[in-house]
């Protein structure tokens, strides 16, 4: 990272037309359309020591995205030199750092800079912010870029704090610890455990995998991609554009499959079947690892070597449930015993917490946990009733089971951008959305969602908030459907003061 942008925010008080929290996709994104309409005050923070966000967190081995990186990338910014399909972290990585450099961002980040506490001051119609060690920001519009995936879930296990030897979460992946020869325990079977569990069991002496849901896995179908075709990509512009289009489509035809349509769920789940069988002839093996829910109910993850790893001699798969954890080892609910050294959460993240750590106060003093004390809800996923000039980017039933969600954050900052636009156009300085709009919204949502497999598919996910057991996280609709609906913002639906 260029250390000549990257300061420690030590400046005591800043005023910025827009604050931007977070640096991954999200709030870099916002950041680039801003520059590029030729906004240049806003401020981007970020609490972390670097930008990439999920792709800067998440080091663990083998770490990569399940969509191809033709369309897990901004439209805006393709990049013809992907090694690969799924390229890892790093490669992702370098390609938000050199967004950062292209679109001179520098000069607008705050790294090692936490946002604590926005505050709406209703009579001077700004937000105060406190970030990092005693910075103050005054800004007019604050946009939310902090994420669904980055703050950890950790299971709740008897005695986990006894356990003697290192114990980390995936995102948190600790690179000084010694695997190799050594009893590791992994707790969790999701998208970031199948990925790293096929690299650390061949350095296993032997590797325990707790399971307590078997996931539904279809074929990754990674491979190079070769000079010729980078070559291709980079003379002809069109053909990675047209690449792009069709990995969209492929992608988008998915979601009928999710939607209710039983012919396209039936042929995914055929493919997932052959999969497992292929990989597995032990019978008992593939009753474990056959989910009992629909296909799409959780992530589908896509994986070629994780249930060819499940049948190495060093691997064992143990379906019941931890009782105990203790200082050498795990017990599980039959009393059983395994000795462990090394004990790795691939758990997941707290997904369906927003705002995790941040206090957002709104008109009237409202803090908006409490005006989530139900459900969490924002019209498209972005604006929320009480809250004036604040945006959420991959907000609340936004995210996606199918295609790339960089495509739904482009479409979130289109909207941001068109509802700044209208603040301009109007000359007001205060946009707040009418709250029988966000309710309708939310109605609509919710209706939709009672078909689809998210919510009708039995079974228990991170997409359901914990408490009611609702989908709070997951768009039920297409893309396409997503990006007509924000296509711009209408008057209507907001009060401009
Ligand atoms: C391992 C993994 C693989 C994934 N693969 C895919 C994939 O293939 N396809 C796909 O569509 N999605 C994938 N996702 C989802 C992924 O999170 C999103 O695609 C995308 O990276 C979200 O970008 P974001 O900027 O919204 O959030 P993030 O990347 O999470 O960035 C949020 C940033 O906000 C910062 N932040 C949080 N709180 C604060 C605060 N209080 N103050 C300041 N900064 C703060 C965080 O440090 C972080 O840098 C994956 C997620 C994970 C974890």
Known sequence: MAEDF?????DAEIAVEVLIVGGGFSGLCMAI???EAGMNSFLLIEKSDDIGGTWYDNRYPACACDIPSHLYSFSFDPWPDWSRMYPGQE???????????KYELGRHIRLNTRLHEAVWDEKESVWHAAAGEGMR???????SGIGGLHVPQYPKLKGVDRFAGPKFHSSTWDHSVDLDGKNIAVVGTGASSIQFVPQIAPRAGKLYLFQRTPAWIVP???????????????????????FRQYIFWRQEFRVLGFLGNRFVRGKATEIAMR????????????????????????????S???????????????TEGIAEVREHGIVTTNGIERPVDVLIFGTGFRATEPLIGIRVVGRGGVEIHDAWRERMSAYLGVTVSGFPNFFLLLGPNTGLGHNSVVLMIEAQVRYVMSCLKLMKHRKKGVLEVRPETQNDFVAHVHRRLQSTVWQSGGCHSWYQDQRTGENTTIWPGSVVAYLRRTHSASPADYELT
């Open 6 to 10: 990257i300061q420690n925010a030590n």
């Open 33 to 35: 359309k801003l520059r």
């Open 91 to 101: 490669e992702i990585h370098d390609y938000l750092k050199r967004c950062v450099e």
């Open 137 to 143: 920001i005054k800004a007019r519009v604050l946009v």
């Open 220 to 242: 990754r179908i990674d491979f190079p991609i070769d000079e010729k075709w980078r070559r291709r990509f980079r003379r002809f512009p069109l053909l990675m554009r047209a």
């Open 275 to 302: 999969h497992m069988q292929k990989a597995i002839s032990d019978p008992k093996l593939r009753e474990a690892l056959t989910p009992k829910y629909e296909l799409g109910c959780k992530r589908v993850l896509v």
């Open 304 to 318: 070629d070597d994780f249930y060819p790893t499940l049948t190495r001699e060093n691997v064992e798969l143990v």
